[in-house]
């Protein structure tokens, strides 16, 4: 199969829905002169790719309105970080609406943004912030790990009626993969199982799926074989997929690159602790940014961020591969 | 929008329809006050805003407004009914109860909601308008603010991108003379909200908002203005509220004192409007239709009220219903 | 003891503190004629209560630039929901000011602000949005329970060089309590046993204590006792005493009446799972809002918001209570 | 501030080191660029705004700066050696490696730091202002920002919270024609930022910004108001950048071709201020003067960036460190 990467798996999703749907117009500071997925989308759709002042309430709100009146509006956002400075128009408007109304508006919005670190951007410009998106009932929150769930996810997020987060990790832009020609979509709320295992499930997200498998092949060498699912979707959430592999496995380790509290290492843990207790032989364990602000210092940039080593020994203390403990 | 009244009749006699409902339903509102759940905001002497700007609107065309909504709603076309409804959290309220009175919303008469966020409303009216331009048809759409939310980053915000897009919206600044307990003299800090619409390159009117009749001329200017593609125009309306910020929380000592009876001797905007519809050279009978306007309000609002406070099963589930179109 | 409100308990710290500490001004929309815990201070302190525009992200924004020069600002926000108009000067800014300089800023402010269901005030103005700020490194969050923590909390709140979010819950402010005269403080970071117990540890935030102790109550006739535990601070997080309780009940209800994805609960919930598995008995369970915006409607609204049914339900749904199974 | 320059020094002269250090110190880490982490954006052909404000500023006074931070740290007397250890995230670094080039403050010079939010200085400086205000000092607070953050509802709310206050604050905004690759002339759509200030009831100048001795001029003017009490001002001064947004990453092809040649020929602060220095009436070694401040610049930036690009040792327990005052 042909190989492409994120950007460009974006990229066709994005020209293909716009083929399809002449709704669809892309927002966003220098939108028409910008790199990256939506680089030279203007010229194959004049008049709908619009340029924005530094104006985010008003656009993104402006966004939200066009979304009830008629249009599917695609804004960037640039970098997460900067969805603080519409966050009401997020959260409060975009993402109540429909409720508020009685079902009686739909928004089909979605926000674009770049996430996470690696790019030595400092503390303003390296959050991931999902885990306050997925708070928020009404908003969906999505975040593709590899180029062929990117193009599957985005042709799902241009034909749902809500808000849509789709959240791109900064550092995987340029990752190519193996992406079919033909257009095709992937659903929210379905995990991909990455990695097949029978000792410990891991949860991981985004960019954390590659550290997730880098630990994997690493414990693998000493008979440890992980089961690695790649949510994809962060809200609606694939319960399901992690219970039936816990029920499998018996151990849990979620890796993910925010912050610790209430993040969403937190919150699988948590409903698998509620949902499979029966099922799980240990304790399970989460592997996170620590919590403080991203640091710029690269050194300590690769600190804060997850690695395969600190994947490694959390499942270590899941007990995972260790013998079953004799009964009585 | 404006459709509460029938067909061919005078603008200014639709306009006094359309005022006599608000009135009434406000009113009804305020004497319900305590019985009715939550919080709710009286429009009770801005009346003339609503419906003179609304009378220049037509299908197809939206508005955005402010926590304090129904004036604005009624002036769009919205049933009272599943308005009274909604004020009480019913779910054959016209947002199924879900939203309240900060909330009204009913897209099938272009209304995209009050809102509990000061000048929160603003960009989704620029929404609305850029859709319209993107499709290239000529409607407009327009948006509500008071004046303290007039003051918002995202209402300021609102003004660039219309104008840098030339978005066929209005912005009505709403200036009632207070923000809750802050008086626009002091938050605007003697400037005036057309005068900054001029910095930002969009034309801008003041207008005496207790006039019904001035306030839908400078309207018509506007929407003409954005219909014909010339882009965003600032009204800014100098009305009044009669009541409090709120309705049972707000004694109003920082108003001077005896301010809102004086108003509603001197300022009513239904007295101002049923004098020039009544005055020399207009048809004989006029004032008796402007009371019969009034007694038909008045009754459609008890009726409406009287059967919002019966006691009604809630739908328990729609506690998690529209929350996603698709989940 | 002579008996005040919450309100007054509130306004009492921070009327003492003013006193001490000149450095402390209030700042908010219509702050000199505000209504409770700050009504009339602008008499007893002219000059240091200010009136605001409506004009958030400025006047945040302002408080942290005033806290890092000099001044104590106490921010009154109304709403929480409202924070969301100032995120970035919340999330980006104050949080993230002192990290970025290498300790080179403090920032002591205090964002006061009202939370919670209750009033019928809709989706807008009803959320609880700490787990948000949880989320957030840099931010100290705080919801008192009761009147006598309140006035102790804030009194902390006043001495602290870092940014607190002080959320009072709107339903309380006229809960009466007993609390001292003399000045006090509650340390951030340390959580109260409000009931002690030996079957289930329940872990209860703001409003939802009293509905925890309400369940405790009814569970004690079936010979179930609840521990209750009020976090008080949810950030800092008194971890140590949550594990101590679990140790000892072996089962743990986190009760919150934020939204479940990504709230205390889970956090909570996770933390335990991760830390205490040897001890827990059974699984844990989360009692929260669900995953929906605030409904107005006062029947909806009502089933939204946690109250004691669900939590004993939950308690006994954790096995608490429960004969130990035999061994083998 | 300005606390480079010794004691006696005509203001020019103390300018043009000023300004001498920003070039050095800009030139250097545009050929570093590859090797420092992260993202860099030069203050090339802005130098006289950064200079000429600070020229009036005191101890005492604050700035908060943007993304675009260097010249100002730089004018308001931030060490250049602790700025380059930065750069490079050393543990040495002004911000002890963690804040990187769009963090870049120094409490101790009154910078309150750049900022990685279009427009997120502005209230932090409007905060500094306030704490002047209460303590009923004559210090002020210099808000920068650029053309495409003066679009930030936090700016804009920040002249209506100031005018509304009377903060002594002064809004420069440095207008260099382009937010990354929008035009101001796009993003403004022909107004300008004064005429918007206006509309808030703020004064507002416009200078040329390659011009240091009007900027100085107009900053004094305006610092002056301030510090009497006199409530805010703004200025908007017209620059321009040299270089792309960013280096590495921003071909500029949305600029007329040659622009950035032309501008570095005919509208380089440094060359216009190093004219009016040397022109007939001043001493006759004024020349001399300037080459050495050059000279000494660019000595004292090499040996900073050499030594910041040494190895070092990074101190991996800081991670965790300064996220509260204590916990
Ligand atoms: C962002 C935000 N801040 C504060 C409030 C609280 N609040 C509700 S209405 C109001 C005053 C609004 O004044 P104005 O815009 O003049 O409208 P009016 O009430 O006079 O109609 C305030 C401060 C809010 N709803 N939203
Ligand atoms: C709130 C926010 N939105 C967008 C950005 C991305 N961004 C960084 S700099 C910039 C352009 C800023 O232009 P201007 O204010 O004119 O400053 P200049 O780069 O010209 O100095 C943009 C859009 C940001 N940093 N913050
Ligand atoms: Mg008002
Ligand atoms: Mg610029």
């Known amino acids: ?328 | 929008m404006d459709r509460l009244p029938a067909g061919a009749e005078e603008p200014g006699l639709r306009m006094y329809r359309v005022m006599a409902m608000i009135r009434a339903f406000e009113e009804r509102v305020g004497e319900l006050a305590e019985e009715i759940p939550g919080a709710v905001h009286l429009y009770i002497g801005q009346e003339a805003v609503a419906a003179g700007v609304c009378s220049v609107l037509r299908d197809g065309d939206h508005l955005a407004s402010t926590h304090r909504g129904h004036g604005h709603a009624i002036a769009a076309g919205c049933e009272v009914e599943a308005m009274a409804a909604e004020l009480y959290g019913r779910s054959d309220g016209v947002c199924s109860g879900k939203g309240g009175s900060m909330h009204i919303a009913d897209l099938g008469h272009g209304m995209l909601g009050a809102n509990g966020l000061a000048g929160g409303g603003v960009p989704l009216a620029c929404g609305a308008a850029l859709t319209a331009r993107q499709r290239g048809t000529d409607d407009v759409a327009v948006a509500f603010t008071g004046d303290g939310g007039a003051n918002q980053g995202a209402v300021l915000e609102s003004l660039v991108l219309a104008r840098m897009l030339d978005l066929p919206v209005v912005f009505v600044v709403e200036n009632n003379g207070y923000a809750q307990a802050t008086s626009a003299a002091r938050h605007f800090s003697g400037t005036d909200m057309s005068a900054r619409a001029a910095g930002f390159g969009i034309p801008g009117a003041v207008v005496d908002g207790a006039d019904a009749l001035a306030v839908r001329d400078a309207a018509s200017e506007a929407v003409d203005r954005a219909r014909s593609g010339r882009g965003p125009t600032l009204v800014e309306c100098r009305a009044q509220r009669f009541h409090g910020h709120m309705e049972g929380w707000d004694n109003q000592a920082y108003r001077p004192s005896g301010e809102a009876e004086r108003l509603r001797a001197e300022a009513d905007p239904l007295a101002l409007l049923r004098r020039r519809l009544t005055e020399a050279g207009q048809p004989a009978d006029a004032g008796a239709e402007l009371d019969r306007a009034e007694k038909e309000s008045a009754a459609r609002v008890q009726a409406a009220f009287d059967r919002a406070a019966q006691p009604a099963e809630p739908l328990l589930t729609a506690l998690t219903t529209d929350v996603y179109a698709a989940h």
Chains 1, 3 share one sequence.
Not at chain 1, 3 to 10: G, P, R, S, W
Request: with cysteine; glycine share 8%; proline share 8%.
């Open chain 1, 1 to 328: 199969m042909r190989t492409i990467t994120y950007a460009q798996a974006i990229r066709e999703a994005l020209v293909e829905r716009m083929g399809q749907d002449e709704s669809i117009v892309l927002m966003g500071e220098d939108a028409t002169s910008a790199w990256g997925p939506t680089q030279g989308i203007e010229q194959e759709f004049p008049g709908r790719v619009l340029d924005m002042p530094i104006t985010e309430s008003a656009f993104v709100g402006a966004a939200v309105g066009a979304a009830a009146t008629g249009l599917r509006p695609v804004v960037d956002l640039l970098f997460v970080d900067f969805a603080t400075v519409c966050f009401d128009q997020i959260v409060n408007q975009a993402a109540k609406l429909r409720y508020m109304t009685g079902g009686g508006v739909r928004v089909p919005l979605v926000l674009r943004a770049m996430w996470g670190t690696g790019m030595r951007r400092g503390a303003q410009h390296s959050q991931a912030l999902h885990p306050l998106f997925v708070h928020v009932p009404g908003l969906k929150v999505v975040t593709p790990s590899n180029p062929a769930d990117a193009k599957g996810l985005m042709a799902t997020a241009l034909q749902e009626d809500d808000p849509v987060l789709f959240l791109e990790h900064k550092m995987l832009y340029f990752t190519p993969g193996e992406v079919p020609e033909e257009p095709y979509a992937v659903p929210f709320g379905e995990a991909s199982v990455v990695r097949e295992g029978s000792s410990c499930t891991v949860v991981a997200v985004g960019r954390m799926v590659q550290v997730a498998l880098e630990a994997a092949d690493r414990l693998a060498e000493s008979g440890v074989r992980c089961e690695v699912l790649d949510p994809r979707t962060l809200s609606p959430f694939d319960n399901a997929a992690v219970y039936r592999s816990v029920e499998k496995t018996g151990h849990l380790v979620v890796v993910d690159e925010a912050h610790p509290r209430c993040g969403l290492a937190a919150d699988v843990a948590a409903q698998v602790a509620q949902d499979c207790h029966g099922a799980l032989r240990g304790p399970v364990r989460m592997v996170t940014a620590p919590h403080a602000p991203v640091p710029f210092s690269p050194a300590l940039e690769d600190a804060f961020t997850p690695d395969a080593a600190e994947v490694v020994e959390a499942v270590r203390a899941t007990g995972a591969g260790e013998p079953a403990p004799a009964l009585a």
